[in-house]
């Protein structure tokens, strides 16, 4: 890989560039030994050349047939980098989409706490036209002391769940010791706030074959969770959603403070798709309307939204789950921001 601080090259390749060409770039990027990522847009290809610096300088690239321009690389993080990628990354799971156009409506509890608060809610969302349904197994809780999920038996009821309604599975992977088990379990896996920058679980995820959805970190900047990513690219996985859900502040009247500028600034700096959880970052079920609205509005992807059929009895995240009984009229609120935008509920 790079020495430190080395500009790696973007190759744009000009309209009117044939595959072949681009082929023959690739080809000898490859055999001088830097590592050559392609991106095939709808109006141009891009291919990233990551690799040593001084065996950059030695290739004429800018020579090559069909190249139109050569441009450093000069920030830290590099493949997911928004002009590494042609056209903005759509994370498609048998036709649930998110990012680009596709809005993604990501919903359920907190956590998996029985067959049917699991079933009910996902019957719930499916009908209300989610994209996927969320619901943790492996919980990572403040207390060692409250409930920590139902592990292995909540990865059960969640593919239960998938069998009946169809949605995809987001679930939250804690631990390298489970990789296996949560990876056939889910169609996303969730890395949490807390693992944000655990860097050998995102080597871990990033050998995986599914998408990862990564949550920002209650303490990282922008720049740290783009780094982060990187990680998980780097091993070949550049299925990654990334999902800002509040930071630590001295604020203290939501549970996070929801950094929204946050997320103008990482659809400026990448290709991934940017979502938003506004339950953990209001903490209270009476804000999070407003703070999906507003995460609609500013340019996301989409938000991960938590939904329990009777919240006042959930076994964690009580006070901000939004009754099951509701979710449907909340969704609908949040569809008309995500048309206003162009964008539809992927
Ligand atoms: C969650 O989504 O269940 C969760 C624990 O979120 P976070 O990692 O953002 O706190
Ligand atoms: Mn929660």
Redesign the pocket.
Known sequence: MATNGSPELLIVMGPEATPDQTDHVVARLEEAGVDARVSRGREATVIGAIGDRELLATLPVEGYPGVEQVVPIIKPYRLVARELAADPTVIDVDGHRVGDTYFGLIAGP?SVESREQTLTTARVVADAGATMLRG?AFK?RTSPYTFQGLGIEALELLQEAKAETGLPIVT?LMDPRHVEDVVNAADVI?I???NSQNFLLLSEVGRAEKPVLL?RGLSTSVEELLMAAEYVAKEGNDRIILCE?GIKTFETSTRFTLDLGAVAVLKNETHLPVIV?PS?AAGRRDLVLPLARAAAAVGADGIIVETHPRPEEALSDAAQQIPTSQFAAFAAEVAAIVALMGKEIG
């Open positions: 907190c943790g990572p939250e969730q949490g706030a807390r949550k859900r959880d953990h």
